[in-house]
Every structure is written in C-alpha cells, then in structure tokens.
C-alpha cells in the first residue's frame, strides 16, 4: 500500500500471481485442443476471480484509477479469449461479452458493495432514490422534411428472386414517424 492509497502494490501483486496460473493454463488449453471454455470458466471462476477479489471491499475506490483498471484489464483479457476460445487480437470488450464475463473492475465494486450490505451498512440510501429512468429524460422529435417518404408514407419490400426471376414478393406499411432507412 502506498502513502496515496492506490493500493498499486497490491494489485501488482495479486494480477502476477493470477497471471503465473493463467500462463501454466494457457500451456494445458491451447486454442484449438485441450480444455474446453466452460473449464477455463470454472477456473477463472473458482481460482482467479477470489486471488483478485482478495480484500476488495478495501481497495475498491481503487477501481477508478485508470491505471488499476488497465492492469485488471490486461489480467482479464487472456482468459475471456481463453473462455471463448478467441484469437490473440480479439479486444478485451469483444472477449468478455463473447465470453459472458464481467469486467473485473464492476467485478470489484459489485463484490465490495455485498461486503457492505452483508456487514449490516445501511443501503436506505439507495431506496430514497428515484429510478434512474426518471432522472434523465430524453428529448426526440420528428423530422420535418423527410425526401424519403412519399405522401408520407413509409413501407419496405420483400422479393424472392431464384435464377434471376422474382418468385414472391410482398409489402409492408411502416409507421409514418418511420423512416425508409428504419
């Protein structure tokens, strides 16, 4: 732990060793044989994920650093490509949602914030708040002059060609706020 509380050692710590077990993994499940994603699943799951989490509650504000996340990130990277068996080039965001994984970043505040509720910290905060639907709103309006609709109206068209000749077809009426490129 260092003077500002980044607590920078401690993940540099905990990412080497989950990093030492992901390599002898990644010597057992090559991309193309061996263990399958559901294994390397588990693995991430019962092995990786608690070596990490190892005090979360503590650091968690920790998570906001971009730097925390980038090492995080990195650590995760590997075995969601692993999970669904990905190549090398694969991003990070594209691995974890093929893989079905939470970032390690929400990861850590999710498991921080069970930490809190289990050790009795009130949440009634969080119940006095209005939804969050209901804190933004979103303002839309029509298009005034739209060249693609013809009389106003909208429709779309369906054909079936084989050989070069048009087997079926069929229409369809869209929405007059819709546009043709809808």
Request: charged fraction near 25%; include cysteine; charge should be positive.
């Amino acid at each position: 732990m260092n003077r500002k509380l980044t607590f920078r050692s401690h993940i540099s710590a905990t990412s080497k060793k989950a990093t030492d077990i992901f390599k002898q993994l990644s010597r057992a499940a090559k991309v193309t044989w061996s263990l399958n994603g559901e294994i390397t699943r588990t693995i991430s799951v019962a092995i990786i994920e608690p070596i990490v989490l190892y005090a979360a509650s503590v650091w968690a504000p920790a998570t906001e650093l971009e730097l925390i996340k980038k090492q995080l990130n990195a650590l995760q990277r590997g075995f969601a490509q692993k999970i669904c068996r990905a190549y090398c080039t694969v991003s990070l965001t594209s691995a974890t949602v093929l893989s079905g994984t939470l970032p390690l970043d929400l990861r850590v505040q999710e498991c921080a914030s069970l930490y809190r509720t289990k050790r009795g910290f009130s949440l009634d905060y969080l119940l006095d708040q209005p939804h969050p639907s209901r804190l933004m709103s979103v303002r839309y309006g029509l298009l005034e002059s739209d060249d693609s609709k013809i009389d106003e109206c909208v429709g779309s068209a369906l054909t079936w060609r084989e050989e070069g000749r048009e087997m079926a077809f069929s229409t369809f009426s869209l929405d007059t706020s819709c546009t043709v490129f809808q």
